[in-house]
């Protein structure tokens, strides 16, 4: 494994742990890191949540809360939801 995929995994470890000194409440900790260029961008960890954007979930992924971070900062003003197109939308296209 390269030095850099080791750093990434440095970077998605630590955002766990801080996920779980902060607000997760899970069994399991996970983190993940959106990166660029090498340089960590913005990461998310995974905790309980009932409902997202009205829908009910019964945990918010690690990957969806790295993702909703980095809409909320570099999207402004754009549709922030973070979920996959519903199945009778995605059969239109």
Do not use: T
Not at 28 to 50: D, L, P, Q, T, W
Not at 53 to 79: M, P, Q, T, V, Y
């Amino acid at each position: 494994m390269s030095l850099r995929s080791l750093k990434m995994l440095n970077f998605a470890g630590q955002a766990a742990i801080s996920g779980s000194e902060k607000h997760s409440n899970m069994l399991f900790n996970h983190g993940a890191v959106i990166c660029k260029g090498g340089k960590k961008v913005c990461e998310g960890y995974n905790h309980k949540r009932s409902v997202s954007n009205g829908k009910l979930c019964c945990s918010f992924h690690a990957e969806f809360d790295a993702i909703n971070r980095w809409k909320s900062l570099f999207l402004k003003g754009e549709d922030r939801s973070c979920f996959l197109p519903d199945k009778e939308k995605s059969k239109k296209i």
